[in-house]
């Protein structure tokens, strides 16, 4: 159902470098790109991640309600993801830890505020 989300940067290098990094453990990598946009995924015709510089030349901006969400293979995989984006220099927004009896997340903002949880279900 869903082909790819797009979130704003306002550095695409910085963007590229992290998103590569952060999400090497769980398979993803560019899969394409143009001068002002990156496509992350596993593969073509999986959902994707695209982080792009605003069309409109207007700076980026966070939506309010708005979150990505990856889901990974573990709880363990949860708490490793979530350091590491820290450790790339993400800001907290939520530790690791069981919401609901069903949902175990990790919450951070990117570089540019972006809000994603790194999450296993059931």
Excluded: H, W
């Amino acid at each position: 159902m869903i082909g790819y989300v797009t979130i704003g940067t306002k550095d695409l290098t910085k963007a590229k470098a992290f998103y590569t990094e952060l999400l090497a453990p769980i398979g993803a990598k560019i899969l394409m790109e143009m001068d002002r946009i990156a496509f992350f995924g596993t593969g073509m015709g999986q959902p994707m991640l695209a982080v792009c510089t605003p069309f409109n030349e207007a700076g980026p901006a966070p939506g309010n309600g708005n979150m990505l969400s990856f889901p990974v293979a573990s709880r363990e995989d949860v708490d490793k993801l979530y350091a590491k984006a820290i450790a790339l220099g993400a800001t907290d927004e939520g530790a690791p830890g069981e919401r609901m009896p069903t949902f175990y997340g990790g919450y951070f903002r990117d570089l540019d505020g972006n809000k994603i949880v790194f999450c296993k279900m059931g």
